[in-house]
């Protein structure tokens, strides 16, 4: 079947602009997370949904960042007035309950 | 929180030969510690995980072992081949919770 897909596959945008990364989980997966990754770096916890529910937004990094899940299945995550700081791969993972995570192949986002 | 070291950052071994990664983390609640392999350009793939209440796992020429006393894990891979080169990365957290991974292991195998 289908794994989980992300959208747009890159970003390039301008410094303070707005942008959103989506997450299509795989079909009937409860869990959907969100991972930032440096390149050479192990991926970073951002925030997590179980259905639609926003579990944890620790990783956050800042009130710029929100994610929403409103139906439980597709994700977006949200950066606000984006800054050179914000450039990085975000990838996205879905699971069964307490199950295995399968990652997508992730947004390289690149801020002016 | 949970906080995973992982060691050594590169790690060159000749084809045939075994390859061992080692992980330590912080926090005692953490129940679950997958190993994912992430080859270049592509997406991070599970390759094998372990529950606390398991010590030692092992799936073909891959086993992990678990030290909860300790708090380490470790991988190994045995008859290692060109194509298990790649960057490996260990985790630690609660299934169906966040995971904290570690900073990786490049692998190469030479041939």
Redo the contacts between chains.
Sequence with gaps: GAGVSQSPRYKVTKRGQDVALRCDPISGHVSLYWYRQALGQGPEFLTYFNYEAQQDKSGLPNDRFSAERPEGSISTLTIQRTEQRDSAMYRCASSLTRSEQFFGPGTRLTVL | ?ENVE?HPSTLSVQEGDSAVIKCTYSDSASNYF?W?KQELGK????II?IRSNVGEKKDQRIAVTLNKTAKHFSLHITETQPEDSA?Y?C?AGD??????????TRVLVKP
């Design positions: 929180g992982q997958p994912y997406r991070p793939q599970l995980d960057v990365f985790a299934a169906g919770n966040k995971l904290t991974f570690g900073g990786g």
